[in-house]
């Protein structure tokens, strides 16, 4: 196929996108997709819930669908419901499906490009190419009985490519699916004005731990048991996030709720001492992560594969899989040269190894190309 001056025209589907600039929700879709959109060989059309599109990004969405992925958007999503109204959830499993098969059938596309496993379902029965991005969270997906079959199925119809967003998911991905689809990981980028952050946290008390992650119990493993005892008003923890599950929040835990970049950026990265992280969630990459260690803040997180696969323990942060390694780590951080050189060195990391949103749009135009120049 002669693809030298062809304007690709590309599908994009995501279940979650922010609806204002201060909303948290699918931030980096809207990244994902802006990006893309700045390229002179991409045609981007994003079905998604409703939000501020990106200049060069059109709406694949009827009226209809938007209102109904607001609805499931504000409900908190079709995970969320998993977790928390399994029957609603069921219900809208069916929408979902429906329309988003209907999405993929109605616009003449060169490929799909599709967020999460989930959405890759409705392919079913068609034959357009797909590139899937892969997150964390797909793995609890493919634990559900039948999942793997289905997946199957869909990749058999089509040439595809799934893109985790982390290199540690490839195994598993090439286990199940290495015989239909190319396992092709694919890292997401960081937007410019993180890695513009110029920090200044205060010579002396008190430290200013953050946490920006949404409240569940998975998501907040075990911060808040280990944590005891080590946070006070000399050593602060921020929480930042949405509240999805109900969690009794210790005293010492300075809770702000949701927040959005502008905020961190502004108020709260150019002062913190570090990321904290302790989740036992099917991570991939953490966005947030990305974001702190590009603005050259230390990360200390727990040892999860997600975190190994992007914190180098005492060099550009601390993995901690235990109450005194947390310890030794939070000691080891607020040592003023230690916290310096481990921001520096996870700052420069970023930059080599995952680059801006440019460099990844980069990355997902070469793979549709790929996908395209495989037609006989």
């Known amino acids: 196929m002669d693809l030298e001056g062809h304007s690709l025209n590309i599908l994009m589907s995501s279940t979650s996108y922010p609806e204002t600039s201060r909303d948290w929700r699918g931030r980096f879709i809207a990244n994902q997709a802006a990006a893309l959109a700045r390229r002179g060989d991409v045609s981007l059309s994003l079905w998604a819930p409703p939000g501020e599109l990106p200049d060069g990004v059109s709406a694949a969405t009827t009226s209809a669908d938007a209102l109904w992925l607001g609805r499931l958007s504000q409900r908190g999503g079709i995970a969320h419901l998993l977790r928390t109204r399994k029957v609603l959830a069921a219900g809208a499993i069916v929408g979902l499906l429906g329309r988003?098969?209907?999405?993929?059938?109605?616009l003449p596309v060169d490929v799909v490009h599709v967020n999460w496993l989930q959405n890759a379902l409705p392919l079913w029965g068609s034959k357009t190419p797909a590139l899937i991005t892969v997150l964390g969270s797909d793995f609890g997906l493919l634990r559900l009985p039948g999942m793997k079959a289905m997946l199957r199925t869909v990749l058999r119809q089509r040439r595809a490519i799934l893109a985790p967003n982390a290199d540690w998911m490839r195994p598993g991905l090439e286990r199940t699916f290495g015989d239909l689809a190319e396992i092709r990981?694919?890292?997401?980028?960081?937007?410019?004005?993180?890695?513009?952050?110029?920090?200044?946290?205060?010579?002396?008390?008190?430290k200013q731990w953050l946490a920006v992650t949404r409240l569940t119990?998975?998501?907040i493993g075990d911060l808040f048991t280990w944590g005891e005892g080590l946070f006070n008003d000399a050593r602060q923890l921020h929480l930042f996030g949405p509240m999805q599950e109900t969690l009794e929040l210790p005293s010492?835990?300075?809770?702000h709720g949701a927040t959005h970049p502008a905020d961190l950026l502004e108020n709260w990265f150019p002062q913190a001492c570090g990321l904290i992280t302790l989740s036992r969630h099917d991570e991939g990459r953490p966005q947030v992560m990305?974001?702190?260690?590009?603005?050259?803040?230390?990360?200390?997180?727990?040892?999860?594969?997600?975190?190994?696969?992007?914190?180098?323990?005492?060099?550009?942060?601390w993995l901690a899989a235990s109450r005194d390694e947390l310890c030794q780590g939070l000691d080891w951080l607020e040592d003023p040269l230690q916290n310096q050189s481990a921001g520096q060195a996870a700052r420069s990391w970023i930059k080599q190894s995952i680059g801006t949103w440019d460099d990844c749009a980069t990355r997902y135009a070469a793979a549709y190309q790929d996908l395209l120049e495989r037609k006989t």
């Open 185 to 206: 990981p694919i890292a997401f980028g960081v937007d410019d004005p993180w890695f513009e952050v110029v920090r200044h946290p205060p010579a002396n008390n008190p």
């Open 100 to 106: 988003l098969g209907r999405a993929y059938r109605r």
């Open 217 to 219: 119990h998975n998501k």
């Open 290 to 317: 990305l974001e702190a260690m590009a603005a050259g803040i230390p990360v200390l997180a727990s040892s999860l594969p997600a975190h190994r696969d992007m914190v180098r323990h005492r060099e550009t942060g």
């Open 252 to 255: 010492w835990v300075r809770y």
